[in-house]
C-alpha cells in the first residue's frame, strides 16, 4: 500500500484444473479474482505457496523463461482487446507466434486458421477500428490461440459486449475449449458464462469456495 503497509488480497488458495475443463471464477468487485488469474498465467508471482503448470513449477523462473512459458503454455483474453490499432487482424493474431520465433509464413497460416475458426474468414485484412467490439473480441481469441496453448484465461471477456453479442463470445470460448481440449479459467460476473462452465468458484475473504458453499 501506499504507507508501506501489506494488503493480503489471497490466502490459502487451493486449485486444480485438469486437462479439458472449465471453470468459472466469480465475486465481488476486488475480491482477488483478477490477482488468481494472473498468478495462474505467470503474470504476477505469489509471495507464498507454488504455481505448477502441466506439473511443473513457475517459481524460481526467470522473467525472460516465464515470458517464453507464457507464450508458449498460455492463451489470455481479456476484457480490453488490447489489438494493435496499426495491424489487421492477421497481424494481431499472428503476434505471439511472431514472439515465439515462427517465420511469418508459419505464423500468419497458424492465424489465418484460427481467424477462419472463429468465423473472421472475410475480416483478416480489417483493422481493429473496421471491426465491430465482438469481432474484436474473437480476434483476442484468436491471438491467444495462436501457439495452441494448454490452458486459457479469460478475465470478463464479455465485460464490454451487448447481451446477444456476448452470447456469440461465449458459444466460441467453449467450443474452442471443446475442439482444442483447452484447460479454461474465466472470471466473470456475467451469470450466463458462468453457468457454461463444469464448475464455479467464488473468492470470498481470499480464499476459493464452491459458488454454493
Known amino acids: 500500500m501506499g504507507d508501506g503497509s501489506e494488503l493480503e488480497v489471497l490466502k490459502g488458495v487451493e486449485l486444480e484444473v485438469a486437462v479439458g475443463e472449465g471453470v468459472a471464477v466469480v465475486g465481488s468487485s476486488g475480491s482477488g479474482k483478477s490477482t488468481l488469474l494472473h498468478l495462474l498465467g505467470g503474470l504476477d508471482r505469489p509471495t507464498a505457496g507454488e504455481i ?71 475480416r483478416m485484412t480489417h483493422r481493429p477500428w473496421q471491426l465491430s467490439g465482438g469481432e474484436q473480441q474473437r480476434v483476442a481469441v484468436a491471438r491467444a490461440l495462436v501457439n495452441d496453448p494448454v490452458l486459457l484465461l479469460a478475465d470478463e471477456p464479455s465485460g464490454n459486449l451487448d447481451a446477444h453479442t456476448s452470447q456469440g463470445l461465449h458459444d466460441l470460448l467453449f467450443r474452442m475449449r471443446d475442439e482444442r481440449n483447452l484447460s479454461m479459467v474465466v472470471v466473470t460476473h456475467n451469470q450466463e458464462l458462468a453457468r457454461r462452465a463444469d464448475r464455479i468458484l467464488r473468492v470470498r475473504d481470499g480464499v476459493l469456495v464452491p459458488e454454493d458453499a
Open 52 to 122: 505448477l503448470l502441466g506439473g511443473e513449477s513457475l517459481a524460481d523462473r526467470g522473467s525472460d523463461e516465464l515470458a517464453r512459458i507464457r507464450n508458449r503454455y498460455v492463451g489470455f483474453v481479456f476484457q480490453f482487446h488490447h489489438l494493435l490499432r496499426e495491424f489487421t487482424a492477421l497481424e494481431n493474431a499472428a503476434m505471439p507466434a511472431l514472439v515465439a520465433g515462427r517465420s511469418r509464413e508459419e505464423a500468419e497460416a497458424r492465424a489465418r486458421a484460427i481467424l477462419e475458426a472463429v468465423g473472421l474468414a472475410s
